[in-house]
């Protein structure tokens, strides 16, 4: 089967580029893949299927949501809040109007009359302010011949939508432990955290846990890789919690070889979000990968690893509380290190094996293109056989019948895979 | 007991699967269990009709028959275990080989339009569904074990089940190879036909009957085989039996074949067997230089092993008293104690 793939690519900076450039060499020993250049506007001719990889970032995305709108195909859905991908393509290209629309297609009038008041700068941007509140994925989904996703939480949004479509729930790949170098950096208990400094990665949350567990344990030390995010003040904080001396270790932008390196130096490593957009973390699915035990907060995704190999904190009043414990538990029991990176890598080489999940989205494009004639044809055939003998369609025969159908998922391919 | 063994059914077709279930439904009986074969007619072609097919066992209602309860339904492969029972047991002889290894080989079914791979898949996902709903999942191999734990995540039993009932013994070698596959592509034959014309040293018997009969008796026509080759057909369980007896050793080569009684077969004939590395199943009893030879899939191998067996008598004598003790250990009181435990 032919199948046009519409994804970012290295050496663009997205972890989406990241993922696909994981996938695909094993997605192609299933299906035959192109790898569409940057800005097509349509699948190539004589392609089975269009896939779409659609996250919330518009720089890297917006191209494929316009070919998504010329060619309807499978939708790999990375993110389920794409305000900021609307916002992109239609703001972001003077084109108010079409942004009016889509709030009002999806919010009714209220969400037309709140996108006047982002406009007119009477609102703050809702892609930043209340994102998970306004999710804008209607269109992408009434586009959507089927839908991958990446975690139940998602799927979950995906149905609540009003998408019957096929849904095929599929894990992130984990890349292989590259077993590099780890690197040098100071410290009896190290914690990572990876990705933007801001708001909604919990960083007060995080900094405020880690000065508590500091002041026990001096010689720990926070690793904060990634930027801060306009607006975050990491400075004075630092500097309001007493931590801005040895504590903390900050390194901005790094390449992959670096990553990997300063991950492997982590004894533990946070991977913190709220509001959640939907998304997997690929440095999370990384620290698996490197057997690291995580701590997280309990959304969306997040919420979703076993607890063998997380512990997750609720969003709330007794956050900080909760993480400085999940840390200091960390800190003091390295036997409970090891077990839960032990089931880590355990999970990253079988949930998150990328043969396995190339398997698995191989066999979600192929039910997406092909179900429907599939369920057409089975439908058809147990029908007639049933007419034929005299079963009337609201019968209980005909229920029997259904309901053998259903278990068997048999004649009507809602589900686009064999999921989890 | 009342049990109910299910079998898919080929119509005018008899296999190892055939033998099994019969044989199956005699041992239950013979222990005092009340046992019925349950037969369904199968076909997988064209389009989706392997699914249409298969779905009739879901419409079956086994739970008690002529007013009295069915205890145990026992599946054995695709589409048997389809069939809902509160205690399914499935002794998985195979699944639906064309939708998972035999995919894009020449043994395929499913071609690589989008209906047809969808086909495909669907067919492995009534696997799942079916298959995670067994009381007790067994496979007859490590092969169809692994297999289904590779494709489904589903983790059987390794159970395997002694051969057809025949006359067993041992005699002195007549110096033949003998082949009781089936003749159909999947086991191979042409390997053997290729290996007698490469090395002179050893004749065959041919004791079967298949679809490709007449495609092989012209390949052994075109080899110059003619007098060191004999096609005896279909031969009854006194002449099996006593061909089993008489040859030097049994040529058991099959594609990644599922259990295959063929061994156990030569095995209670005090016979070695010659089998490939890419045999499959039979490579859970055929170990090289212990029960048999295992070459590579080529002509020049199999006849070296061949004529190696003609020539080392003792030892050859010493490869099939060892697979007649491993394959004494297969009994039907054994596999029927785990089958109903």
Known sequence: MRVAYFSPMPPEASGIADYSALLLPALRRHVDVTVVKRGTKRPPRGVDLAVYHIGNNPEAHGWILDALRRAPGAVVLHDFVLHHLVAGVTIGRRDGHGYLDAMEAEHGVVGRLLAHGVLDRRLPPLWESRPEDFPLAGEVLSLASGVVVHSRHVEERVRAAGFAGPVARVPHPAWADPRVERAAVAGDFLIGAFGNVNQSKRAPQLLEAFARLRADRPGARLLLVGAASPGFDLERRLQRLGLEGDGIVREGYVDERRLWSLMTACDVHVSLRSPTMGETSGTAIRALALGKPLVVTEVGWFAELPRDVALAVPVGEREVADLGAALRLLAERPDVREAMGSAARSLARSEHDVERVAELQATAFERIAGGAAVDDEVLREVSEAAASVGVAPDSPEAAEIARGLAELELGASSSGGPGE | ?341
């Open chain 2, 1 to 341: 007991m009342r049990i109910a063994v299910l079998r898919p059914q080929v119509p005018f077709a008899r296999g190892g699967v055939e033998i099994f279930t019969d044989e199956l439904v005699v041992e239950l009986r013979s222990r005092g269990h009340e046992a019925d074969l349950v037969s369904v007619p199968f076909k997988w072609y064209p389009g989706a009709r392997v699914l249409t097919q298969a779905f009739l066992w879901r419409l079956l209602d086994l739970d008690e028959a002529d007013g009295r309860q069915v205890d145990v339904v026992v599946a054995t492969k695709f589409p048997s275990y389809l069939v809902r029972h509160r205690e399914k047991r499935v002794w998985l002889v195979h699944q639906f080989r064309q939708a998972y290894e035999l995919d894009g080989t020449e043994l395929g079914q499913f071609g690589q339009s989008p209906r047809e791979r969808a086909l495909r898949r669907q067919v492995q996902a009534l696997d799942r569904v079916a298959l995670s709903e067994a009381t007790r999942l067994f496979a007859t191999s490590g092969n169809v074990a692994g297999r289904l734990e590779r494709s489904t995540g589903l983790v059987a039993e390794v159970l395997p089940h002694p051969p057809q009932g025949l006359p067993y013994r041992s005699e002195a070698s007549q110096g033949f190879v003998l082949s009781a596959s089936r003749l159909d592509v999947a086991k191979r034959i042409d390997l053997l036909l290729d290996a007698a014309a490469l090395q002179p040293g050893f004749d065959v018997v041919i004791a079967s009957d298949g679809p490709d009969r007449e495609r092989l008796e012209e390949v052994a026509r075109a080899r110059g085989l003619d007098g060191r080759v004999r096609f005896e057909g279909r031969v009854d369980a006194d002449r099996l039996a006593e061909l089993y007896a008489t040859c030097a050793a049994v040529f058991y080569a099959p594609v990644d074949e599922d259990f295959g009684m063929g061994p156990y077969e030569a095995f209670l004939s005090g016979k070695p067997v010659i089998t490939t590395i890419d045999a499959g199943g039979p490579l859970d009893v055929v170990h090289d230089h212990e029960t048999g030879l295992v070459v590579r899939p080529e002509p020049e191998a199999i006849g070296r092993a061949a004529v190696w067996l003609r020539e080392h008598a003792t030892e050859a004598e010493a490869l099939g008293r060892a697979g007649k003790a491993l394959a004494d250990e297969v009994t039907w009181d054994r596999a029927i104690a785990r089958l109903l435990s």
